[in-house]
């Protein structure tokens, strides 16, 4: 099952040369809203390097711009551009063509489809999970300080 899932991301990352999976990842993630770095380091499971090397490529591409929301720089907030929106708007169709295209070859179509769906909702579930685990964290370290 491992395999079958790094090939249908292989798939996708060649459908999208605009973008790699990682940088659609925080573009969508931005686009939602949630434009805290450290937020979206946290929601991706990524470390702040990565997640800081990716927001600076797209920055540098004019995908996403960068503000601070406090005078020492400490949190800074990301919103997408048009020209962002533009490019994850051609990255989700391209990809959803090429999805659409391996469901043609499924034995099951609608069966595949609840797979996907329940795997997504299991994506879900594990981070709403981990967001109550890190927000009791964060009350209980600052409860014993």
């Given at each position: 099952?491992?395999?079958?899932?790094?090939?249908?991301?292989?798939?996708?990352?060649?459908?999208?040369?605009?973008?790699?999976?990682?940088?659609?990842?925080?573009?969508?993630?931005?686009?939602?809203?949630?434009?805290?770095?450290?937020?979206?380091?946290?929601?991706?499971?990524?470390?702040?390097?990565?997640?800081?090397?990716?927001?600076?490529?797209?920055?540098?591409?004019?995908?996403?711009?960068?503000?601070?929301?406090?005078?020492?720089?400490?949190?800074?907030?990301?919103?997408?551009?048009?020209?962002?929106?533009?490019?994850?708007?051609?990255?989700?169709?391209?990809?959803?063509?090429?999805?659409?295209?391996?469901?043609?070859?499924?034995?099951?179509?609608?069966?595949?489809?609840?797979?996907?769906?329940?795997?997504?909702?299991?994506?879900?579930?594990?981070?709403?999970?981990?967001?109550?685990?890190?927000?009791?964290?964060?009350?209980?370290?600052?409860s014993t300080s």
């Amino acid at each position: 099952m491992v395999e079958a899932l790094t090939r249908v991301a292989r798939i996708l990352e060649r459908a999208s040369p605009e973008l790699s999976l990682s940088h659609y990842r925080v573009l969508t993630m931005v686009a939602a809203g949630n434009g805290r770095a450290s937020r979206l380091a946290q929601r991706l499971a990524l470390g702040k390097p990565a997640i800081s090397a990716a927001v600076d490529s797209l920055v540098a591409r004019g995908f996403i711009v960068r503000s601070s929301l406090d005078p020492d720089r400490r949190v800074t907030l990301l919103e997408i551009t048009a020209m962002g929106s533009t490019a994850l708007a051609a990255a989700e169709a391209a990809m959803s063509a090429e999805l659409a295209d391996l469901l043609r070859h499924a034995p099951d179509r609608a069966a595949t489809l609840v797979v996907l769906r329940n795997l997504s909702l299991a994506l879900d579930g594990r981070q709403a999970a981990r967001d109550v685990g890190a927000a009791k964290a964060r009350v209980e370290a600052g409860s014993t300080s």
